[in-house]
């Protein structure tokens, strides 16, 4: 087998030594090739030493971690950054995957995770370069669609909810809609299903492997959608990995016809891993200057991930002009980005919420402007 090249960019000797112990620990799997004090010592050794990895500090002089990605990125697309800093917040995530950096492990870390981390991100990328992770899928299994943003807030989890409700209504096919928001899940109380099991049941248990072990952790909502919840604590997330997410996600493909995913709202692996192997990802905003300047950092990262403008679709959801942003002012930032512009109906969403009773769906007569939007933007994606 082929080792994995190794660049260990670091300011700090000590961490550089740490690190190269670490990885002789694997010494089949793995060949430190460089080590490098800054950005610019990076730029001038990958000609030179050909890594197939770079495990990037983010803070270093000279030209810093961020901005050395920003470089390999765009002139060594071969090459895969690992960005490594002692910062675990979310912002600073979101910068590193916005430079264009493919993972980020936080310091001080374990051999486990370090390990694990390099393999992952190297067979993704690899994967991704050879062209094995297709931006369409090929085969007749069930496709995946997610509901994605960048802020909370925005809606996401209500129009993930409404829309699976209203396709599965408008056509016979078998949906699954999967709340893997882990941390603040909320689709189980939007349907006043907050006692159902969960996906924490099911990995607890250990039963991922067939359609058959996960269909009683699944909530039959309709004839056509089953719902799979997350669960109700926070803290439950830790215990749900990329590994189960994928037996599941694997399991289930062949069963349904469209597997609607409602992600959390960060890019760690869970979400990339849905995001990699989704059809359509819809990235939900509203017309709130913050939750705009969110989504067009989201974009980019998904721009630096490989996916195109068939694969993303910008979706304004509570489109009003209240906030002082009028709809030109979206459409001049976002240009042809905007798939759909979902009008703001407070009162009928907020009646939804309280009551647990999704405003889609329900077949009656003089349906609002938000289900009219909704039920339009489904006709036009099963089409």
Do not use: W
Not at 36 to 65: H, T
Not at 191 to 204: F, G, P, Q, S
Not at 319 to 336: A, L, M
């Amino acid at each position: 087998m082929e080792k994995i090249k190794i660049l260990i960019a670091d300011d700090v000797l000590d961490i550089i030594k740490v690190v190269k112990k670490t990885l002789s620990l694997e010494d089949e799997t793995f060949e430190v090739v460089g080590e490098a004090a800054n950005g610019q010592e990076v730029l001038d050794l990958i000609p030179k030493v050909k890594p197939d990895i770079v495990l990037m500090d983010i803070n270093m002089p000279v030209l810093n971690g961020l901005e050395a990605t920003e470089k390999v990125t765009k002139e060594y697309p071969d090459v895969a950054v690992i960005m490594m800093s002692v910062q675990g917040e979310a912002e600073y995530l979101k910068k590193a995957m916005f430079h264009g950096a493919k993972e980020f492990i936080i310091k001080p870390f374990n051999y486990d995770s370090l390990v694990e981390t390099i393999k992952i991100t190297h067979e993704r990328h690899r994967e991704m370069q050879k062209g094995l992770i297709p931006r369409e899928e090929k085969d007749k299994e069930g496709k995946v669609m997610t509901y994605f943003s960048s802020k909370g807030g925005v809606g996401k989890s209500i129009l993930s909810l409404n829309t699976a409700i209203t396709m599965s209504q408008e056509k016979e096919q078998k949906e699954l809609l999967m709340d893997l928001d882990l941390q603040f899940s909320d689709i189980s109380i939007l349907v006043n299903k907050y006692n159902e099991r969960t996906i924490l049941d099911l990995v607890d248990e250990g039963h991922l492997n067939t359609y058959q072990e996960i269909k009683p952790y699944l909530y039959a909502y309709n004839e056509n959608l089953d719902m799979l919840f997350a669960p109700g604590k926070p803290e439950a997330a830790e215990y749900i990995s990329k590994t189960s997410i994928e037996k599941i996600i694997k399991a289930l493909k062949h069963k349904y016809d469209l597997i609607i995913v409602d992600t959390g709202i960060n890019f760690n692996e869970n979400t990339l891993y849905v995001l990699d192997h989704a059809e359509i990802i819809f990235f939900v905003s509203t017309m709130e200057i913050a939750s705009l300047k969110n989504t067009k950092l989201g974009l980019k990262v998904m721009e630096s991930l490989g996916y195109d403008n068939n694969k993303v679709k910008l979706l304004i959801n509570r489109s009003t002009t209240k906030y002082g942003v009028s709809k030109r002012d979206v459409e001049e930032v976002f240009k042809d980005s905007i798939y759909a512009m979902i009008p703001d109906e407070e009162k009928t969403v907020s009646i939804s919420v309280n009551r647990g009773e999704p405003f889609c769906g329900k077949g009656r007569l003089g349906k609002s402007k938000i289900e009219k939007a909704i039920e339009a933007m489904c006709t036009d994606i099963l089409e």
